[in-house]
């Protein structure tokens, strides 16, 4: 974020501001894609700034992955941790608290079931009145086109 608020105040012939969205991937996405469909409105800056802020404190982000193998090289868990996921199967279904901090929001035993969890965590958001959910993936196509033929 530094590096963005550092160029956003060397160009000066543009008025800017800088909205961290503490998401990755879609979160964003959709945060950025909305900001710009209002400015297309011609909704007043401050205001598509302030619903953008909003959207990012009623977004949440769910994701999981095939192995732990690179939250342990990145630090987000330890060895012993990353040794016992993968010898269990363990699955941790992995969301993003209000600081952008990771954290597993439950875990499960084996790919498909964290992919079945992850769908029904999807389902319990629209219940509830989500607007809006997108499927990602990082080398998982299949399993993504299901998951989205599901909804």
Partial sequence: MNVVRAAAEEVTSLRTTVLDSLFLSMGLGQVVEQAAQWLKERAPLGDVVSRAREMVAQSKTYFVLRT???????????????????????????????????????????????LRELFEIAREGVAAGANRVAVMHGGADEEARACARAS
């Fill in 68 to 114: 732990v193998e690179y939250l342990r090289r990145g630090g987000r868990i330890g060895a012993v941790s990353a040794a016992l996921a993968g010898t269990l199967d363990l699955k941790p279904i992995i969301s993003i608290d209000e600081h952008g901090k990771y954290f597993s929001y439950r875990r499960v035993r084996g790919r498909n079931q964290s």
